[in-house]
């Protein structure tokens, strides 16, 4: 079946502007996952959701970051006034069951870049 | 919160050798360890897992084992081929937590 979707693929932005990352993940998956990915590093987890609910968001790096996941399937990971160093690979991952028991299912990812 | 170092950062091996790579981790209420391999251009794919109760685990080519007293747990992969050469990055989760932190990858290359 269909993996996991995110959209845009690449994404130029100026400095100062919004931009909002969609991620469609697996059907059926309860729980999905926002992570940056910085080159030649391991992914750096930023938030979760299990359905709708929000379950952790400590890894956002302040508050210019937010996500959302409003019927418990798509989410958008929105970043205002962008700044050069939030230009990195943003990756979403959903998997089957909650608490992390399966398998993290992972989109080929946003390339965000901040000029 | 949980600290992953993972080793060797990058390694090259003749096709036909192994390879081991190992991670180590501080939080010891950690109970499962996946594996994911990144090919070029592409999300971390899951390649093997393991679980807080079990010490190793097969499959084909590729096991991992795990020390949970010393907290480490290491990935090996025997009779290595060309398409093995990727990116490899451990992850460790605490379930009830429900993120996983992810070490810092090794960069595998398989000569053939």
């Known amino acids: 079946g269909a993996g996991v979707s995110q959209s845009p693929r690449y994404k130029v932005t100026k400095r100062g502007q919004d931009v909002a990352l969609r991620c469609d993940p697996i059907?059926?998956?309860?729980?999905l996952y926002w992570y940056r990915q910085a080159l030649g590093q391991g992914p750096e987890f930023l938030t979760y959701?299990?359905?709708?609910?929000?379950?952790?968001k400590s890894g956002l790096p302040n508050d210019r970051f937010s996500a959302e996941r409003p019927e418990g399937s798509i989410s958008t990971l929105t970043i205002q006034r962008t700044e050069q160093r939030d230009s990195a690979m943003y990756r979403c991952?959903?998997?089957?069951?909650?608490?992390?028991?399966?398998?993290?299912?992972f989109g080929n990812g946003t390339r965000l870049t901040v000029t | 919160g949980e600290n992953v170092e993972q080793h060797p950062s990058t390694l090259s091996v003749q096709e036909g050798d192994s390879a081991v790579i190992k991670c180590t981790y501080s939080?010891?209420?950690?109970?499962?360890f996946p594996w994911y391999k990144q090919e070029l251009g592409k999300g971390p794919q899951l390649i093997i897992d393991?679980?807080?109760?079990?010490g190793e685990k097969k499959d084909q080519r590729i096991a991992v084992t795990l020390n949970k007293t010393a907290k480490h747990f290491s990935l090996h992969i025997t009779e290595t081929q060309p398409e093995d050469s990727a990116v490899y990055f451990c992850?460790?989760?605490?379930?009830?937590?429900?993120?996983?932190?992810f070490g810092d990858g090794t960069t595998l290359t398989v000569k053939p």
């Open positions: 991952a959903s998997s089957r069951r909650q608490g992390g028991n399966s398998p993290l299912h």
């Open positions: 059907s059926g998956h309860v729980s």
């Open positions: 959701f299990n359905y709708e609910a929000q379950q952790d």
């Open positions: 939080d010891s209420a950690s109970n499962y």
């Open positions: 393991i679980r807080s109760n079990v």
């Open positions: 992850a460790v989760l605490n379930t009830n937590a429900g993120k996983s932190t």
